[in-house]
């Protein structure tokens, strides 16, 4: 998105570098969030659950990988994003354990011109967050408002 949106071509994309996500990562979020679930904060709960062990806030991970897109952009790219729009067909796919990596595979799959006073169009990215075995553990689409 160097030069806006008329620059965005279906299927233009990227990898963003990866992120470990850490106990203190699961133990901020969860007293920034609220959500104490046993799934992220009770050890001996989950060590005989069928995940085997405590499993990271979905929501973390989803707020993680907007950061990773958002670093990744360039400041010529940041420039041109009028907002972040909306987020559709997310899904946790499979879960992510404290420790494991995240990067951030992202694909313009659609664009399309609107009426917004301060942007020229909305791009459809489809993004997933993949761990360092590669397999997806949350896939979504972002869309974005871009000048």
């Not at 160097?2 to 620059?7: D, I, P």
């Not at 959500?35 to 995940?51: G, I, K």
């Not at 404290?98 to 399309?112: A, F, L, M, P, R």
Request: aromatic content about 8%.
């Amino acid at each position: 998105m160097e030069g806006g949106f008329e620059a965005v071509s279906v299927g233009d994309g990227f990898t963003t570098r990866g992120r470990t996500v850490t106990e203190a990562d699961v133990v901020n979020f969860a007293g920034v969030s609220g959500d104490f679930n046993h799934l992220h904060t009770d050890a001996e709960v989950m060590a005989d659950s069928p995940f085997g062990e405590r499993i990271v806030h979905g929501a973390l991970v989803f707020s993680v990988l907007t950061g990773l897109v958002w670093q990744s952009r360039s400041d010529a790219a940041r420039e041109h994003v009028v907002a972040f729009y909306g987020i559709d067909r997310m899904r946790f796919v499979q879960p992510l354990f404290i420790g494991e990596t995240i990067h951030g595979d992202v694909e313009v799959v659609d664009k399309e011109p609107t009426d917004h006073p301060k942007a020229t169009g909305v791009v459809r990215q489809e993004v997933a967050a993949v761990n360092q075995d590669d397999e997806t553990v949350l896939s979504c689409e972002f869309l974005l408002l871009v000048e």
